[in-house]
T-cell receptor
Framework: AQSVTQLDSHVSVSEGTPVLLRCNYSSSYSPSLFWYVQHPNKGLQLLLKYTSAATLVKGINGFEAEFKKSETSFHLTKPSAHMSDAAEYFCVVSTYGGATNKLIFGTGTLLAVQP | GAVVSQHPSRVICKSGTSVKIECRSLDFQATTMFWYRQFPKKSLMLMAT?????????EQGVEKDKFLINHASLTLSTLTVTSAHPEDSSFYIC?????????????FGQGTRLTVV
């Protein structure tokens, strides 16, 4: 079975400083991993995805994530936080098997950006 | 990216009434759509998989008679919360994929905030 664990429920950074949101995965197969962002009372927007191509994945809004098989990690980073980055972030794995591939969500990390 | 539209964005209903939420794929056809429920400050919980032209597949613990799903066309799925109670108050989100497969990303609707009074 596939699963993801987001290690921090809350992260607070100052504007202009780096962002690190941690995610570890568990999968019997080569996983397909995604990061989604959710602003308050909104739907989810895809930031980036890993699908077994390059291990360093670049996404929108300056975010990137690195797939590390040896560490079973897929941490999300950004060099310099902006106030508009304040939101909830979800690490997601896509499941194998069955008639339909499902998305399994992590518990989310709430990112606060201080001025 | 593809667009998924969800309506209404907010609804308040009286206890005991039913509420219908629509999810449309605007620029693509979706044979499969997904319905999620999100509790305050919590992650998304998959409720059911909506299959065009056939019955929905519900996750364990989700009452199929309570949450009726209809996927009558390739661009529309509806979720009806029947005989709503205050504990059904939540944020409901639908999603769809442009194509099938484990690597396919999902596109999400804007969500519906349901409040049962």
């Amino acid at each position: 079975a596939q699963s993801v664990t987001q290690l921090d429920s809350h992260v607070s950074v100052s504007e202009g400083t780096p962002v690190l949101l941690r995610c570890n995965y568990s999968s019997s197969y080569s996983p397909s991993l995604f990061w989604y962002v959710q602003h308050p009372n909104k739907g989810l927007q895809l930031l980036l995805k890993y699908t077994s191509a390059a291990t360093l994945v670049k996404g929108i809004n300056g975010f990137e994530a690195e797939f590390k098989k040896s560490e079973t990690s897929f941490h999300l980073t950004k060099p310099s936080a902006h106030m508009s980055d304040a939101a909830e972030y979800f690490c997601v794995v896509s499941t194998y098997g069955g008639a339909t591939n499902k998305l399994i969500f992590g518990t989310g990390t709430l990112l606060a950006v201080q001025p | 990216g593809a667009v998924v539209s969800q309506h209404p964005s907010r609804v308040i209903c009286k206890s005991g009434t039913s509420v219908k939420i629509e999810c449309r794929s605007l620029d693509f056809q979706a044979t499969t759509m997904f319905w999620y429920r999100q509790f305050p400050k919590k992650s998304l919980m998959l409720m059911a998989t909506s299959n065009e032209g056939s019955k929905a597949t519900y996750e364990q613990g989700v009452e199929k008679d309570k949450f009726l799903i209809n996927h009558a066309s390739l661009t529309l799925s509806t979720l009806t919360v029947t005989s709503a109670h205050p504990e059904d108050s939540s944020f409901y989100i639908c999603s769809a994929r442009v194509r099938e497969g484990v690597r396919a990303e999902a596109f999400f609707g804007q969500g519906t905030r349901l409040t049962v009074v």
